[in-house]
């Protein structure tokens, strides 16, 4: 029997980098957490254990460091695109880098004093390889939405298994996990871009009367791709965040519609892509 080498990669995961930028007392601060993986010529690597292809990733993570305070950080998207080039056009053996990046918010209380933003967390993921091709992802983690009304679901198939009741009046909450890809690596304002989508999917969860978690989705990412001329296709993964009206008969009390069990598991989970008809072939974005 042979066998052979299948796809590989390797890199530093989660290098957490924090950057103060002194701006005499008034300081900025950017809070990432950078992950690096590499691939191309690591044949002997594996085979026999020649690593004279292998740029260790204590020298990836070092990089990290290092281009912070070059160059700073500036827009995530940006540093993911700066290290990802360097990887691929300074050592002939790595063909192809990817660079994940997901930036944490806080919020100054003072000059140089700072307060965590909640749960939400941006995100990117840049791709580059040595024929110059390149690819952006922007996007979100964590973002929690809730509706406590405009929200119905019902007409759904029924067998012999289902107990659910159809629902006309009832709590949509989900934890938005987002990514969006840019038609070019050089044409967006990500700081804007970023701004503009995420508060598109913010209208549209709030504006849509939802009929399904699928429904919603769908609105979120057209309502994105149509705002939005530098992004091609939008991909969400939302947890749909069950809340049970509790039975407070027992008690001699009605409920309607206002004292909820936030379930925490099972939930489900409600994934789908939007994109534009034209939208240029996605590559190795997603990979
Ligand atoms: O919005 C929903 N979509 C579903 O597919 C589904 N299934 C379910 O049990 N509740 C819901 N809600």
Not at 147 to 163: L, R, V
Not at 245 to 250: T, W
């Amino acid at each position: 029997m042979t066998v052979r080498l299948g796809a590989n990669r390797y890199g530093k995961a989660e290098t957490r980098l924090v950057h103060v930028v002194r701006d005499g007392p008034v300081h900025h601060l950017k809070d990432v957490n950078v992950s690096t993986s590499l691939s191309g010529d690591m044949e002997a690597a594996h085979l026999t254990g020649d690593n004279s292809a292998v740029l260790p990733t204590d020298t990836q993570k070092n990089t990290v460091y290092v281009f912070a305070r070059r160059h700073g950080v500036g827009e995530i998207e940006e540093f993911a695109l700066r290290l990802a080039r360097h990887f691929v056009a300074a050592q002939h053996s790595i063909h192809h880098a990817r660079v994940a990046i997901e930036e944490y918010g806080w919020t100054r209380t003072g000059p140089h004093s700072f307060v965590r933003d909640g749960g939400e967390v941006r995100t990117c993921v840049v791709h580059h390889d040595r024929d110059g091709r390149t690819t952006v992802l922007s996007g979100l983690k964590d973002l929690v939405l809730l509706n406590s009304t405009g929200s119905e679901f019902h007409g759904f198939i029924t067998d012999e298994y289902t107990t659910l009741q159809p629902a006309t009046d009832r709590v949509l909450a989900t934890a938005v996990t987002a990514q969006w890809r840019h038609t070019s690596a050089d044409g967006s304002a990500f700081a804007k871009s970023y701004g503009e989508v995420r508060r598109c999917l913010l209208d549209a969860f709030a504006q849509t009367h939802s009929l399904s978690l699928q429904q919603t989705l769908y609105a979120m990412g057209e309502r994105a791709l149509t705002t939005c001329p530098e992004i091609c296709e939008v991909r969400l993964s939302l947890p749909n965040k069950h809340h049970f009206a509790v039975d407070l008969s027992p008690f001699g009390l009605d409920n309607d519609n206002e004292v909820f069990h936030a379930a925490d598991r099972p939930y489900g989970l409600i994934e789908g892509g939007v994109l534009r008809e034209d939208a240029p072939d996605a590559g190795f974005a997603w990979e």
